[in-house]
């Protein structure tokens, strides 16, 4: 395959990006590439715009109950801080005081047999729910981190140092390393960041990681990027060390 | 309906500026206009009623709790992109799919949206979607609203991996023109 023809099939995968079917390594190696190649950003910046606008078709009717329900439950979860009065309910039949009552009645008895039974029952749900809702959360929650990630680093603000295998990206207080074809690790073998603190004189342990099967990684370095003076990169042994071990695959000042 | 969807899609960003203050009356309005599209996306994606309503719920206080997630451009396309990543999530978490088949997705738009499809409504979607011939319109229909990867796609229709992904620039780019068109008019 000559340039112009991998080119051609990275044009394809920038589109598929945009409409947001890729796997999650695939994504991270089309983002790398979007953060150095022009036409392809460009590419991406006008179709992904396109590929959001196919979420407008999706409206379905929804039922009058169902509908209502929804909103009442959601009204009732943000009434706490919602600061504006809503208009109150308009219309609606007018019932005599002595059919209350009697409604009050026949609602208190059949509820008093029904909620022994309910009660149980509704416990389970709860419990339940609440496990899902927890796993749910957690999900949301490393999702967010990711695209926070994938954000980071697709930034046209963000400061990229190249490095051998890759790039040193740094936005913000965040700092990862963005690396590709990198060697195939010895066995019992990881891959070690380091950092150097400003006015520091030694370097500081960092994140140990394995790059997949193509030697592809994108690694966030648990550490303030202001305060840093430089990274590195380090064989080591699986567990990681306290201090380098091997000759640095690369340091790279951060200016 | 075409006529009620293009008040609606107009009134979403002007909306979530009185939101911001936090206006509970803009937002129910909000939610009036808005409900049906992330419940159908959520329908679509989960195929569970009660999960799709309960991501109704979890999307509109989001919007809600963070308003600021939403910056400029079309609403609409924002909140669907956010439904289909929530949609997304749900697959994850509940283990309802093969973590390999389920796509990721950048950082949701509001800083990558477009100005010019800020008018842009479900008809005119609908209409520019119609001119693409269903073999590029299939595969991004089933990208964006299957919760499934490119690989999944040519899996399940049986077509090279490189023609979906070909067909699926090919139909955006279209796609792009047809709005484009659209929205000068």
């Given amino acids: 395959m000559n340039g112009a023809t991998e080119h051609e099939g990275m044009l394809d995968l920038v589109a598929v990006a945009?409409?947001?079917?890729?796997?999650?390594?695939?994504?991270?190696?089309v983002t790398l590439h979007l953060a150095a190649c022009a036409e392809c950003r460009a590419e991406y910046d006008a179709l992904r715009p396109a590929a959001d606008?196919?979420?407008?078709?999706?409206?379905?009717?929804?039922?009058?109950?169902?509908?209502?329900?929804?909103?009442?439950?959601?009204?009732?979860?943000?009434?706490?801080?919602?600061n504006a009065r809503r208009a109150p309910a308009s219309g609606g039949l007018i019932w005599s005081s002595s059919l209350v009552a009697a409604a009050a009645v026949v609602f208190a008895l059949v509820s008093t047999v029904q909620d022994i039974r309910l009660r149980s029952?509704?416990?389970?749900?709860?419990?339940?729910?609440?496990?899902?809702?927890?796993?749910?959360?957690?999900?949301?929650?490393?999702?967010e981190n990711e695209r926070d990630m994938l954000a980071d680093l697709f930034a046209a603000k963000a400061k990229r140092y190249t490095v051998a295998d890759g790039e040193v990206v740094a936005r913000g207080s965040h700092v990862y390393f963005a690396l590709r074809a990198l060697p195939a690790l010895p066995k019992g073998k990881v891959y070690q960041a380091w950092t150097l603190?400003?006015?520091?004189?030694?370097?500081?342990?960092?994140?140990?990681?394995?790059p997949n099967a193509s030697g592809s990684a994108v690694v966030q370095l648990p550490a303030d990027a202001a305060a840093l003076a430089a990274v590195a990169l380090t064989v080591e042994p699986e567990g990681g060390s306290k201090a380098p071990t091997s000759k640095p695959t690369f340091i790279q000042p951060l200016s | 309906m075409g006529r009620e969807a293009?008040?609606?899609?107009?009134?979403?960003?002007?909306?979530?500026?009185?939101?911001?203050?936090?206006?509970?009356?803009?937002?129910?309005?909000?939610?009036?206009?808005?409900?049906?599209?992330v419940f159908g996306i959520a329908l679509r994606m989960l195929g569970d009623a009660t999960m799709a309503e309960d991501l109704t719920q979890n999307v509109f206080l989001k919007v809600w709790s963070s308003p600021d997630a939403f910056r400029d451009g079309n609403f609409g396309a924002w909140i669907a992109r956010v439904a289909r990543n929530r949609s997304l999530d749900v697959l994850r978490s509940r283990s309802l799919r093969d973590e390999?088949?389920?796509?990721?997705?950048?950082?949701?738009p509001g800083t990558l949206d477009d100005a010019v499809f800020t008018r842009l409504d479900s008809q005119r979607v609908r209409s520019a979607l119609a001119t693409l011939p269903d073999e590029q319109r299939s595969p991004i229909e089933?990208?964006?609203?299957?919760?499934?990867?490119?690989?999944?796609?040519?899996?399940?229709?049986?077509?090279?991996?490189?023609?979906?992904?070909?067909?699926?620039?090919?139909?955006?780019?279209?796609?792009?023109?047809?709005?484009?068109?659209?929205?000068?008019?």
């Fill in chain 1, 121 to 143: 029952d509704l416990a389970n749900a709860q419990r339940a729910t609440s496990q899902l809702q927890t796993r749910v959360a957690e999900t949301q929650r490393t999702n």
């Fill in chain 2, 6 to 37: 293009r008040v609606v899609m107009e009134d979403g960003a002007r909306l979530m500026e009185r939101v911001r203050a936090g206006d509970g009356t803009a937002f129910e309005r909000l939610y009036d206009s808005y409900h049906r599209l």
């Fill in chain 2, 100 to 108: 390999s088949e389920i796509p990721a997705d950048l950082a949701e």
């Fill in chain 1, 197 to 210: 603190a400003k006015g520091a004189k030694t370097v500081a342990p960092s994140v140990t990681f394995t």
């Fill in chain 1, 18 to 29: 945009a409409l947001g079917a890729l796997p999650a390594a695939d994504l991270r190696f």
């Fill in chain 2, 142 to 185: 089933m990208g964006f609203f299957g919760g499934i990867t490119h690989d999944e796609i040519a899996k399940r229709t049986g077509i090279p991996l490189g023609t979906i992904k070909t067909r699926i620039r090919t139909g955006l780019r279209k796609l792009r023109v047809e709005l484009d068109g659209a929205v000068s008019r």
């Fill in chain 1, 53 to 82: 606008a196919v979420g407008l078709i999706a409206e379905e009717p929804v039922d009058t109950l169902r509908s209502a329900r929804m909103k009442k439950r959601l009204l009732a979860a943000i009434a706490p801080t919602a």
